[in-house]
């Protein structure tokens, strides 16, 4: 069956260290794979996008890279602050004809001060 | 910036009840989305629509249908209310497909009694 997870469970890192997130699919072949942030009670809110021939993508402290052979991506935050603390959420774009995204279920990130 | 607004924060309705849901964007955008979230279940589309008039089922259209009347509005009912229906409700916008991002409005959380 088709199915992207991510990190039930939480996340606590300490303040300055760097927080990464695992985003795994299976039977999926996405062009795209996003990240979005979301903070309790909130909607997701975009962070990154990378393409299927791009290898990592940077944006400020954020990292993310995409590995289409192991079918994972990963999500580094850097320097990591209490205010990083949310939900991060990855999304599959997997439009093939009609439109498709897949959402992952999220892993909550706590960062201790 | 992108604006999505929804009409209500919270919701409390009761069984059978016929509820709407309102989601205005305000970036001319021709997509528009509306999915719910759970716990442990991520985020899950309801209907989308690609133009004024057309819509899409998504993964869980039971029990909901959808309006478009204008480009900037999209709007979802719940034609009789159920207690399984209890759950945050999501839009979201963005441009045509081409794996853009979605932005997200601020949610509603419909409790039905």
């Known amino acids: 069956s088709q199915k992207i997870e991510q990190n039930s469970e939480a996340l606590n890192i300490q303040e300055g260290k760097t927080a990464t997130l695992t985003c795994n699919y299976t039977n999926y072949s996405p062009a795209y794979l996003q990240w979005y942030r979301q903070d309790p009670g909130r909607g997701p809110v975009f962070l990154l996008l990378?393409?299927?021939?791009?290898k990592e993508k940077r944006k400020e402290r954020l990292k993310v890279t995409f590995d289409t052979t192991l079918k994972q991506s990963l999500f580094h935050i850097t320097a990591s602050q209490p205010a990083d603390s949310a939900t991060y959420l990855c999304a599959l774009d997997v439009t093939s004809g009609t439109y498709k995204y897949i959402f992952g279920t999220g892993t909550r990130l706590k960062v201790l001060a | 910036d992108v604006k999505v607004t929804q009409s209500s924060r919270y919701l409390v309705k009761r069984t059978g009840e016929k509820v709407f849901l309102e989601c205005v964007q305000d970036m001319d955008h021709e997509n528009m989305f509306w999915y719910r979230q759970d716990p442990g279940l991520g985020l899950r589309l309801i209907y989308f629509s690609y133009d004024v008039k057309m819509k899409e089922k998504g993964d869980i259209p039971e029990g909901y249908s959808v309006s478009r009347e204008k480009k900037e509005r999209f709007s979802l009912i719940l034609e009789s209310a159920s207690t399984n229906q209890t759950s945050m409700y999501l839009c979201a916008s963005s441009p045509p497909f081409g794996s853009v991002t979605q932005y997200f409005g601020p949610g509603t959380r419909l409790t039905v009694l």
């Open positions: 990378i393409r299927e021939n791009e």
